[in-house]
């Protein structure tokens, strides 16, 4: 009962972390440090904090849905239109050609030299240094693009090539946890002219691919022979994280409306220096 309680841990601060722009993998390395599962093999948290993310990543499907499928059923909405195209959103469909150009640099970084970043840079000090160093970014843009009026306030007005540098910051995120794939992708669309919701919402709907090919590679590295308790944990972190994305996601969309992103800027950089301080001090 204390390893599925612990994963009941991971799973919130999976939800709460994976949308807002504070580094879902971060924390959760660091929780593992604090309270690190005991009744699990090797390799499994390695494992664990990439695939509970799928729970979180479910929450975007059910919220999102109606702009996420490109399918049409419906006379109504195929709106006379003949043949097998009239079956097809195609404005949905040139969004997805668009996330999977922004998949590409992350998806052949993370192949070829995943390994290399684990050994190198998951630890407490990398985590706490891309914290702050992301925080100030987050401060420093957010200041730069005040009263500059985006030139993208749609995710049709998205270009293949907006599309391209976007995933090249998503790239960052891959290396060096603590970054933030949503944050290294907000901050890169507010860069590049961006509205701060599309910014968002296009973050969103990125993580769906990535996170299943990660995923994918972490449970075909780790192999599916599950104990029962480890299957448990997984189930039961990943239903927590479903759960309380739904809350957060919708927060965060009701939040940007009014707010801009300095507050995670600060949280981050705060969170950076105790963790600095705690793990090379006191730990």
């Known amino acids: 009962m204390l390893e599925i309680l612990k994963a009941i841990i991971y799973g919130i601060v999976e939800g709460v972390t994976e949308w807002l722009p504070v580094s879902s993998t971060g924390h959760l390395i660091l929780v593992e440090q604090l309270i690190p599962f005991k009744e699990t093999s090797e390799g499994f948290f390695d494992m664990f904090d990439v695939v509970i993310q799928l729970g979180a990543i479910l929450a975007v499907v059910v919220l999102f849905w109606s702009q996420l499928w490109p399918f049409v059923c419906s006379k109504e909405k195929r709106q006379g239109k003949t043949g097998l195209m009239s079956y097809v959103n195609m404005d949905i469909m040139t969004m997805w050609f668009k996330i999977l150009v922004s998949c590409v640099p992350a998806a052949v970084i993370g192949i070829l030299f995943d390994e290399v970043f684990e050994e190198y840079f998951y630890n407490s000090v990398c985590i706490a240094i891309a914290l702050i160093v992301f925080?100030?970014?987050?401060i420093v843009i957010e200041n730069w693009n005040k009263g500059r009026t985006p030139k993208v306030n749609s995710i049709a007005e998205i270009t293949y090539q907006t599309a391209a540098l976007i995933?090249?910051?998503?790239?960052?995120?891959a290396v060096f946890p603590g970054t933030s794939r949503s944050g290294a992708t907000i901050v890169g669309a507010l860069l590049i002219g961006v509205s701060r919701k599309v910014a968002s919402e296009y973050t969103f709907f990125l993580a769906i691919p990535v996170m299943f090919g990660a995923s994918l590679l972490k449970l075909v590295k780790f192999g599916f022979d599950f104990t029962g308790m480890e299957l448990a944990c997984l189930l039961v972190g990943s239903v927590v994280a479903f759960v309380v994305s739904i809350f957060i996601l919708r927060f965060l969309l009701s939040y940007i409306k009014k707010h801009d992103?300095?507050?995670?800027?600060?949280y981050r950089i705060v969170l950076g220096i105790v963790?600095?301080?705690?793990?090379?001090?006191?730990?």
């Open 261 to 266: 992103f300095k507050v995670f800027g600060w």
């Open 275 to 283: 963790v600095l301080v705690t793990f090379r001090f006191f730990l």
């Open 135 to 138: 925080g100030v970014a987050f």
């Open 167 to 173: 995933g090249v910051f998503q790239v960052l995120a």
